[in-house]
Nanobody
């Protein structure tokens, strides 16, 4: 049974940093990529970053480019999301998800991901 467990969320002030972790287990076959998504109250889920397992290619949404960095540790089946210069608009529940075969273009579309974690809350406020 595939499990993805996010950790590292919390409450911070604008300009501060957080690092989220996504630990995967139970994969019977190789997954292609891990993505990070977020959903704020009343808004649609937004894909913000993903990384391919094989070669580490990364993709970012414009909303986080230059502030967030996704990385991986294949030995631990763990993916990280380093979030710097956090803004109040980054407040959301953050989810990681695994794609067994990532579309070459639709890299941050939630329906192309097969397994999801339970989410971790990130709150950015004064």
């Amino acid at each position: 049974q595939v499990q993805l467990v996010e950790s590292g969320g919390g409450s911070v002030q604008p300009g501060e940093s957080l690092r989220l972790s996504c630990a995967g287990s139970g994969f019977r076959s190789e997954y292609d990529a891990i993505g990070w998504f977020r959903q704020a109250p009343g808004k649609e889920r937004e894909g913000i970053a993903c990384i391919r397992k094989r070669d580490g290619t990364t993709y970012y949404a414009d909303s986080v480019k230059g502030r967030f960095t996704i990385s991986k540790d294949n030995a631990k089946d763990t993916v990280y999301l380093q979030m710097n210069s956090l803004k109040p608009e980054d407040t959301a529940v953050y989810y990681c998800a695994a794609s067994l075969l990532l579309h070459p273009i639709r890299v941050l579309i939630s329906k192309d991901y097969d397994y999801w974690g339970q989410g971790t809350q990130v709150t950015v406020s004064l």
